[in-house]
């Protein structure tokens, strides 16, 4: 079936630094891809996504683009601050699936001053 | 719009007892994913739900667990009786259309002593 896997955390950087948080899937249809971001204590929020290949997604400083030819969804931001500092989910979503949406395991994001 | 709102925020009951979470959809939305939280499994689609109807509970961990969405605006999921393991953080979350753009609630946090 139809899956995502995420770097492993934690990752921990300094205030400034370049980031990268590692997606690749696999599906068997055409799935839409997303970056959810979780804040302590609150539930996911979306953060970006891309629905077709070499589309790219951006947000709040955040950017991915989906590569059908290597399967991945890659996030990068080139400026992180301690802000940022959350727990970050790869996803796809494939509508021959009912649209319901499968998770990588979360990548934890610590940013230090 | 309030978001989707779920209860209890937290719940502490002892195993053996009946638990049931609580979840209003944003209004419009038509369908309704239940998630499970937790540091070993990561995040983990428990069913779903389309104009009402169960659409997927292959993730439903066994016959203890009960879902159910008897119109628009309302959804409970039922735990009888529950265990220590399922000691988890519980997400309910709703889409428009279907896509994968998922609007979470805050989640409730449930321990089973």
């Known amino acids: 079936g139809d899956s995502v896997t995420q770097m492993e955390g934690p990752v921990t950087l300094s205030e400034e630094a370049f980031l990268t948080i590692n997606c690749t899937y696999t599906?068997?249809?055409?799935?839409?891809l997303f970056w959810y971001v979780q804040y302590p204590g609150e539930g996911l929020q979306l953060l970006l996504k891309?629905?077709?290949?070499?589309d790219k997604g951006s947000n709040k400083g955040f950017e991915a683009t989906y590569r059908k030819e290597t399967t991945s969804f890659h996030l990068e931001k080139g400026s992180v601050q301690v802000s940022d500092s959350a727990v970050y989910f790869c996803?796809?979503?494939?509508?021959?699936?009912?649209?319901?949406?499968?998770f990588g395991q979360g990548t934890e994001l610590s940013v230090k001053p | 719009d309030a978001g989707v709102i779920q209860s209890p925020r937290h719940e502490v009951t002892e195993m053996g007892q009946e638990v049931t979470l609580r979840c209003k959809p944003i209004?419009?939305?038509?369908?309704l994913f239940w998630y499970r939280q937790t540091m070993m499994r990561g995040l983990e689609l428990l069913i779903y739900?389309?104009?009402?109807?169960?659409?997927?509970d292959s993730g439903m961990p066994e016959d203890r667990f009960s879902a159910k969405m008897p119109n628009a605006s309302f959804s409970t999921l039922k735990i009888q009786p529950s265990e220590p393991r399922d000691s988890a953080v519980y997400f309910c979350?709703?889409?428009?259309?279907?896509?994968?753009?998922?609007?979470f609630g805050e989640g409730s946090r449930l321990t089973v002593l």
């Open positions: 891309a629905t077709k290949a070499d």
């Open positions: 209004s419009g939305h038509d369908y």
């Open positions: 599906a068997t249809g055409y799935p839409s």
């Open positions: 739900f389309n104009n009402n109807v169960p659409i997927d």
């Open positions: 996803a796809l979503s494939d509508y021959n699936q009912g649209g319901k949406l499968i």
């Open positions: 979350a709703s889409s428009g259309v279907g896509t994968g753009e998922l609007f």
